[in-house]
Nanobody, 121 residues
């Protein structure tokens, strides 16, 4: 499956952004979808994941209550709504597809190219 992330940009602290990840190729609704992020000089970290039907959702503690992951299987797209953004949220955000809901990047087989999110203070 091919993944294309979009929606990143520059936003002030407290603002919002919505990331999208469009999938093509294999059947999207068979896959767990996840969002990860990687800040400059840091390791990639888990942000959120949603199972194939959307009934199981997990968030990193650092984004819980501020970010919302969702998916539209009819549109082959997964979203990450990010509210109350902080400068610490600045990173390249990646979407990924896998077969199990995990917070570890090695559980995901397919990755998008990443979209930059920059939050200014």
């Amino acid at each position: 499956v091919q993944l294309q992330a979009s929606g990143g940009g520059l936003v002030q602290a407290g603002g919002s952004l919505r990331l999208s990840c469009a999938a093509s190729g294999r059947t999207f609704n068979n896959y767990v979808m996840g969002w990860f992020r990687q800040a400059s000089g840091k390791e990639r970290e888990f942000v959120a994941a949603i199972n194939a039907r959307g009934g199981m959702i997990y968030y990193a503690d650092s984004v819980k209550g501020r970010f919302t992951i969702s998916r539209d299987n009819a549109r082959n797209t997964v979203y990450l709504q990010m509210n109350s953004l902080k400068p610490d949220d600045t990173a390249v955000y990646y979407c990924a597809a896998g077969t199990v809901v995990r917070s570890t990047s090695n559980a995901y087989n397919y990755w998008g190219q990443g979209t930059q999110v920059t939050v200014s203070s």
